[in-house]
């Protein structure tokens, strides 16, 4: 099929191969010149205008904890009020029913997501939880840490490194087998309903029961599932469904023999039901709208009640809710383990965390991010008048370097597991997940030691790890990083070396530095270590506000095999280290943006459609949806066919046909239009990189459709590389659709299409 510009939509195109075509016939080509003069003469492509109210959309929290992007800080202290009156409202527990010492009782918790569950009102949603926690607080101290914990849906930190996500088709059949319904029975009802967790709520109360077990506690739960996510090995799925089974059969007990008078699944979204929540959980995926930060803040304000209430017998006072609110923020983007916090929290009180909770090497603060630029230009109008940096943006995989040498005097029991902790020291690398890759990189940790200088005995380091050329002496594609092996690296057996990159020096010898400058903390990075040519390098830089010397210095940047550049601010507390944060502070300019976009999306894999001709064994095209982190849904984006490989087809057939599920998630906002049904739907899994020409509006997708009234679709979507650093829920947001979206109109509108190019290659 030749490719005909400006004539077909992205989606079109995937029609079109699915009647018969390959999916990489337009290897190479839509270029983003041919794309836009497609803008151009394709009239009917052109988006519905919409108006600025429209574009005003909610407030949404981001899936990042405490980026607080763009916060309005009015906005910000009306809520603290409002907050204050509903936590000040009502004086009573929100579940009765448990002693002082008593292990927190499961349903109490359940009960508070159900109620949490029946509400979109943030305020709303943050004072049940806090109450909540405050009643944990004034019974159940002990168990606080891991209610804290389930109610993010974790059972540990990050960096621990363990997750549930257990796949349909085994839990289908623990509630089966736990229920006494047949498989063939559960698989129509979840036809049916849709909702793995309602199926086990309607399958639990309609079943008899000959004896009563003993209520399920939090920490009794927390401990299954534990377990659970850790079953590995022979007969682990088999294993795995007893553990299930298990809990299904203690939940639910105060409704159990109630026959369906029970629960009315069509009521109320199922009631407090502990297997509906139980499934959840075992799915990872709560979906109670209820945000990682949102259950940050309420345990903020839940302990400076609480420490108000013991030591006055009075409720606090706006103000202290509000100091507790930002110390609980700001400790934990420096430290983010609840494991670490909580109970020094509890000994020595909210406002003296400072004292006993700091930014520590062994455990991963979240990096900071950065904000997309499509041109020099527009970085220069948002740094207007300050003194800024840009630095070679390299095109690896983003590391965080955690030391402290065996003869340091600091010495911390809640590193992550790692090869050097046994030894005394700390020495990890861990991903831009929080995930731990010193198994990845054990050639790093071994020469770490020599890239120190003396003086230097501890340090978190920020870095991005690249493939390196030993005999041509020059930095190499992302492709061949790729190709290492993940796990059990043996550093004699390394076949793609790489060299780290630094550029951003968090933490030296004791001192946190994220507070100071940049300036500074690079002024720190160089005196700490040592360059090796091919092994360890300080990220290249120059300091320039003017024009022609970064378009020399981005072009230089990709002769050298980067990406672009990273233009980030130098002094000042603007230039301090934001966790977390995707910062106005940092602006990547990419050497091959497409005007009015600026950057590539990382997308999820939802759903795909078979090939035709030589590929019906395969699938040839795919359905993709970036994440709304405030609904916590998946919203489709666009069909895909474009930028495989043969080989990597029969690997996504083989990899994405173990993730089939019957029927799309609940919390997948897809169209309806029986043609816009993919041939299968996955569990959500997989993201990828997807570079497009631009976005438009269709009604057959979903994406941003709260912000925008319509869907936004990318237009000649074209497949990069599988982000495997990227969980599902860390795919483009949503909100940074529209932003996207409403950049390239604002351009369109002011400029005309391509306008505002000012280098091009
Ligand atoms: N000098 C540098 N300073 C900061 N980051 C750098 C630098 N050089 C390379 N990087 C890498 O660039 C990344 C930011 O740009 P990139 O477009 O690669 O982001 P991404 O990983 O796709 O994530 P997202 O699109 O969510 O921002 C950083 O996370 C880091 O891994
Ligand atoms: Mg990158
Ligand atoms: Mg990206």
Same mark, same amino acid.
């Given at each position: 099929m030749q490719f005909r510009s400006g004539t077909l939509k992205g989606d079109e195109k995937v029609a079109l191969k699915r009647?018969?075509?390959?999916?990489?016939? *337009? /290897?190479? !080509?839509?270029?983003a010149k041919k794309a836009r003069s497609s803008k151009k003469s394709a009239?009917?492509?052109?988006?519905t205008v919409v108006t600025e109210k429209e574009l005003v959309s909610e407030p949404e929290e981001d899936a990042? #904890?405490? !980026? $607080?992007? @763009?916060?309005?800080p009015e906005a910000a202290a009306e809520s603290q009020e409002k907050l204050q009156s509903v936590l000040k409202g009502?004086?009573?527990?929100?579940?009765?029913?448990w002693k002082a010492g008593?292990? #927190?009782?499961?349903a109490a918790l359940c009960t508070t997501y159900s109620k949490i569950e029946m509400t979109t009102k943030r305020l709303e949603i943050s004072a049940h939880c806090s109450k909540f926690l405050q009643q944990v607080l004034r019974?159940?101290?002990?168990d606080l840490q891991v209610v804290v914990l389930l109610m993010i849906n974790k059972?540990?930190?990050?960096? #621990?490194?363990i997750e549930l996500g257990i796949g349909e088709s085994l839990i289908m059949k623990a509630i089966g087998e736990s229920t006494g319904r047949s498989l063939a029975i559960i698989k129509a009802d979840q036809k049916d309903i849709g909702d793995l967790g309602l199926v086990a709520a309607k399958s639990r109360s309609n079943q008899p029961t000959m004896f009563k077990p003993k209520p399920l506690t939090v920490r009794g739960v927390q401990e299954s599932l534990m377990t659970i996510a850790q079953t590995e090995g022979k007969g682990a799925q088999e294993r795995k469904v007893g553990g299930i089974k298990k809990l299904l059969s203690a939940a639910d007990t105060q409704f159990?023999?109630?026959?369906?008078?029970?629960? @009315?699944?069509?009521?109320?979204?199922?009631?407090? $039901?502990e297997s509906k929540f139980i499934v959840r959980m075992l799915e990872g995926?709560?979906?109670?709208?209820?945000?990682e930060k949102s259950v940050l803040v309420a345990l903020s304000n839940a302990v400076v009640m609480h420490e108000s209430k013991v030591k006055t017998g009075k409720d606090a006072s706006g103000q202290k809710i509000a100091e507790g609110e930002r110390m609980l923020k700001s400790i934990y983007s420096e430290l983010p383990s609840y494991e670490v916090i909580i109970p020094e929290m509890l000994k020595h009180g909210i406002m003296k965390l400072r004292d006993h909770c700091n930014l520590r090497p062994g455990v991963p603060l979240k990096p900071m991010l950065a904000k997309p630029t499509k041109s020099i230009t527009e970085v220069l109008d948002r740094f207007e008048g300050k003194d800024f940096t840009c630095e070679y943006k390299y095109d690896g995989e983003r590391a965080q370097i955690h030391y402290v040498s065996k003869d340091a005097d600091e010495v911390f029991a809640?590193?992550?597991? $790692?090869?050097?902790?046994?030894?005394?020291g700390v020495s990890n690398i861990f991903s831009? *997940? !929080?995930?731990?890759?010193s198994k990845k990189y054990p050639d790093i940790l071994q020469r770490l030691p020599a890239w120190v200088?003396?003086?230097?005995?501890s340090f978190v380091l920020d870095c991005e790890t690249v493939a390196w050329? #030993?005999? /041509?002496?020059k930095v190499l594609p992302f492709q061949q990083l790729m190709?290492?092996?993940?796990?059990?690296?043996k550093a004699e057996e390394v076949t793609v070396q790489v060299c780290v990159f630094a550029f951003d020096l968090l933490y030296l010898n004791g001192e946190?530095?994220? *507070?100071?400058s940049f300036r500074e903390r690079r002024e720190a990075l160089r005196g700490a270590f040592n360059e090796t040519e091919g092994e360890f390098k300080l990220a290249q830089y120059g300091n320039t506000n003017e024009l022609e010397e970064i378009q020399i210095l981005l072009e230089d940047s990709v002769k050298a095999s980067c990406e672009g550049l990273m233009v980030k601010m130098l002094?000042?507390?603007?230039s301090s280290y934001e966790p977390s944060k995707r910062s106005q502070n940092w602006l990547k300019v990419k050497k091959d943006y497409l005007s009015g976009v600026g950057d590539s999306l990382d997308l999820v894999v939802l759903g795909a459609y078979f090939g035709k001709?030589?590929?019906?064994?395969?699938?040839g095209a795919f359905l993709l949806a970036c994440y709304n982190? *405030?609904?916590q849904t998946y919203e489709t984006v666009c069909n895909i066919g474009t930028g495989f490989s043969e080989a990597i087809l029969e690997e996504f057939h083989t990899k994405l046909s173990e993730n089939t599920i019957d029927h799309p998630k609940p919390f997948y906002s897809h169209s309806a239009g029986n043609k816009d049904q993919p041939d299968v739907w996955f569990e959500p899994k997989f993201v990828w990189e997807v570079k497009t020409a631009d976005l438009t509006l269709s009604p057959r997708y979903k994406a941003a459709a709260d912000q925008l009234g319509k869907g936004v679709s990318l237009r000649f979507p074209r497949f990069i590389k599988?982000?495997?650093?990227?969980?599902p829920d860390q795919a483009t947001s949503s909100r940074q659709i529209a932003e996207m979206y409403q950049r390239q109109e604002s351009v369109a509108k002011n400029k005309g299409p391509a306008a505002d190019d000012d280098f091009e290659y």
């Open positions: 009647k018969g075509t390959t999916a990489d016939d *337009n /290897e190479g !080509s839509p270029p009239p009917q492509n052109t988006p990042e #904890v405490l !980026s $607080s992007e @763009d916060e309005d009502s004086g009573k527990d929100p579940y009765p029913d008593d292990p #927190v009782p499961f019974l159940t101290p002990d059972l540990a930190a990050d960096y #621990v490194g159990a023999g109630k026959g369906s008078k029970g629960i @009315d699944i069509t009521k109320d979204k199922g009631g407090p $039901s995926k709560l979906r109670l709208g209820l945000a809640t590193a992550a597991p $790692s090869a050097g902790k046994s030894e005394g831009r *997940n !929080s995930e731990d890759l200088k003396p003086g230097t005995k050329d #030993v005999k /041509e002496k190709t290492r092996k993940r796990k059990d690296v946190a530095l994220v *507070n100071k002094d000042g507390p603007e001709g030589k590929r019906t064994s395969w699938y982190t *405030n609904k599988v982000r495997e650093d990227k969980k």
